[in-house]
């Protein structure tokens, strides 16, 4: 995080990445990509870039900002060719800056590849010294630019082969888009911890997202989700598919369904939005409070506020709007402006609020901070009572999978019980969801999901020094 930027979001979560990829024979792909992106913004807000290429040429831009700040119309028409690697970026290995920007493009022997990754590699450090002592040079802080170095050094002639023998050594969570001159690829780690998917497209020709969202954005139908473990690969022949190594324990992140991706995604089959209703739903039930009002923290409370509003027969009512604007990170030039950058992200319907009993639906707490200023403001808006309900169990272990998360002892559910924490962000009351009611109320498989910073039980073994964004610095 730069000196002056801070996250509006500090006490969420922090998302990961973006990626998207097409081949679209006699399209325009930087087009198709950039409508991809623009879809896929809300998962990261920091940078954004478009690899282009047909056959020996390349062409690639990326910048810091967002998808609209960093393409014109000019840049766009610039990007010629039918192939395309996209990417959205918010760090979380290696600082937010240019030059960790994605796709990582790397010139080698066998010709190029751009690559965009969504994840986190457990093992980067070790490969990356192992390469190193080889005499590679790296460019970046990131440890994508390991899997891009580590393929670049296995291909003999044969991409796929390589991808797969870098596959074998990185461990880790990837979901990775491909391009070289002629194939694009997907990629998805064997444990599946990030979505990705497959789209058609009406006029030929294929896309790889995030999320449906990112189809949707460019008409293409959805053909399935990339599985874990698999390599979808993409050329003049057609799309073909094959496991890559064995699977292991499925593990999707569950955070995708509480707060990550935009309700109108479909990830595994499952719809966001009725996922975080269910949430609700089940939360009215575990949680009922007497009270006037439901009002959900904007945006990723809504769902969750309707179905809990409609489980528990009460009024929904939006009593916050948040500006859309500004987007996930601003600059604030003085501590008084730190200090009330909640208010620039967030305002109260005072006529609304005022005398009211009011349950806030929000769908997580991270370090607290925020919680306790929403709860302020409900307060001088002149709401009588706020009893806040969360649609998640408490964060208590950081994320080591693609997440800029915080150490244990930032979070507050680490260390305070729900009521202690009410106590600190001024609450009524506190409530979460429960681990049990998460999974029964979506139909989520427990089984096949992450809930390591709910329970500490971590799908693969982690090391026992917390996660440093900038280990490779
Ligand atoms: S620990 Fe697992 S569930 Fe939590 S954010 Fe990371 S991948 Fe998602």
Known sequence: MQNGIKSLFCD???????????????????????SGLLALQHRGQESAGIAVSEGNTVHIHKDMGL???????????????HIASGHVRYSTTGSSLLANAQPLLVRYRQGYLALSHNGNLLNAM?????????????????????????????DKGDVEKAIEGCMDRIKGSYS???????????????????????????????????ET??????????VDDVQPGEIVRIDARGLSRRKACK??????????FIYFARPDSDIDSSNVHLVRRRFGAQLAREHPVEADLIVPVPDSGISAAMGYAHEAGMTYSEGLIKNRYIGRTFIQPNQAMRESSIKIKLNPIRKVLAGKKVVVIDDSIVRGT??????????EAGAREVHMRITSPPVRYPCHFGIDTQTSAELIGHSHTPEEISKVIGADSL????????????????????????????????????????ALE
């Open 176 to 210: 990775l888009v491909i391009t070289t001159g002629d194939k694009l690829f997907g990629v998805r780690d064997p444990n599946g911890f990030r979505p990705l998917s497959i789209g058609k497209l009406p006029e030929g020709g294929y896309v790889l997202a995030s």
């Open 247 to 256: 699977q292991g324990e499925k593990a999707l992140c569950v955070f995708e």
């Open 213 to 222: 969202c990112g189809l949707d954005a460019v008409g293409a139908e959805f």
């Open 431 to 470: 409530n979460y969801l429960s681990m049990e009611g998460m999974y029964k109320a979506s139909n989520l498989d427990i089984d096949e999901h992450c809930s390591a910073c709910f329970d500490g039980d971590y799908p693969l073994p982690v090391d026992t020094v917390e996660h440093n964004k900038l």
């Open 67 to 81: 998808v609209t700040q960093v393409f014109s119309k000019e840049r766009l028409a610039s990007l010629k060719g």
């Open 12 to 34: 969420k979560q922090e998302e990961e990445c973006g990626v998207f990829g097409t081949f679209a024979p006699r399209q325009n792909a930087a087009e198709i990509a950039f």
């Open 370 to 379: 925020t919680s306790g200023k929403i709860v302020r403001m409900l307060r």
């Open 126 to 154: 070790n490969i990356r010294e192992e390469l190193e002592q080889k005499g590679h040079l790296f460019q970046t802080s990131i440890d994508s630019e390991v899997i891009a170095s580590l393929i670049a050094q296995l």
